[in-house]
């Protein structure tokens, strides 16, 4: 489902607008988690529109970015020209074992189907003492963009119609959780850190649609729902976001929290 959702050239560009902001504020924090600069061979993983892979380049790192989704090749090549993109599946790579320096997930981790083994796959690629920074939105119960979207979901969707099964795109935000999965999978010294992101939409009820035309799993909840559960989300998210967001002549500045969590490979 995700590999599909992925390829289609409106999800693609739809990420890339609706949450473009906010994905570029937590590349520069996954780019200083790595220490990437001029001597850093960096893999830059699920690198979907190219927003990490182009902060990486920014600071003189030799830079390859993967992902299994065409259209977001095709982003992520136009805008950053320099750096290399090959099409593939993080959880399978090509390349040998102890090949990078660093390796950036931005928001890809969520999306493994076995996040462990995920990471695992990271290990083998890093050389010894390689870094790897990653990140994951903060969701349910969080005070931003994806909180108030499950919220709203819940009290206001079809409680038949439920997200696709899958491991919780959320729950690595919980120290509890990423620290012992992250040790499992081969790295030590695992922190994380929060980032105060924000998303920025043009009027209020734009929330709803960077979700359902720029998402994969979230959005197949929303597609599911009559016309008049998803009018009633929209319109809590635009009460939502009228209430609660600053704005200036650009827009409205939602929050949307995220955690990015950094470790070092064994090796
Ligand atoms: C939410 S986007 C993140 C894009 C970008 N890295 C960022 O920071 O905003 C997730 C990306 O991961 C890609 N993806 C998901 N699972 C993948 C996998 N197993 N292998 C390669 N790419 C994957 C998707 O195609 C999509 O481009």
């Known amino acids: ?42 893999l830059d993983l699920c690198t979907g529109h190219g927003v990490v ?21 095709e982003l992520a090549q136009s805008a950053v020209p320099t750096a290399r993109f090959v099409q593939g599946d993080a959880m399978a790579m090509e390349f040998p074992d102890d090949t990078f320096d660093a390796v950036t997930i931005g928001f890809g981790v969520p999306h493994f189907p076995d996040p462990e083994r995920g990471l695992k796959e990271v290990t083998r690629v890093l050389k010894p003492g390689g870094r790897v920074a990653f990140s994951i939105w ?10 108030w979207l499950f919220d709203a979901v819940e009290r206001l969707a079809d ?3 439920s997200l696709p099964s899958g491991p919780d795109a959320h729950m690595l935000v919980d120290g509890g959780i990423a620290k012992p999965m992250v040790e499992n999978a081969g790295f030590h010294n695992v922190r994380l850190i929060d980032v105060a992101s924000e998303l920025c ?40 976001v009228q209430a609660e967001a600053n704005t200036d002549i650009r827009g409205y500045f939602v929050p949307a929290p995220s955690v990015v969590i950094t470790a070092l490979s064994k090796g």
């Not at 739809?14 to 780019?31: H, I, P, Q, S």
């Not at 903060?138 to 909180?147: C, L, P, T, V």
């Open 53 to 73: 892979a182009a902060e990486l380049v920014a600071r003189g790192s030799d830079v390859t970015g993967l992902d299994f989704s065409e259209p977001m090749i």
């Open 159 to 161: 409680p038949s119609i």
């Open 138 to 147: 903060r969701g349910k119960g969080s005070e931003g963009a994806f909180g």
């Open 201 to 240: 939409v043009s009027d209020p009820q734009v929330l709803f649609d960077v979700f359902d035309g720029g998402a994969v799993r979230a959005a197949s909840l929303l597609k599911r729902q009559p016309k008049e559960r998803r009018d009633a989300i929209r319109a809590d998210l635009a009460t939502l």
């Open 1 to 42: 489902m995700e590999r599909q959702g992925w390829a289609d050239p409106s999800i693609a560009k739809g990420y890339a607008d609706g949450f473009e902001m906010a994905t570029r504020l937590v590349a520069r924090k996954l780019a200083d988690e790595v220490a990437a600069g001029p001597n850093c061979k960096a």
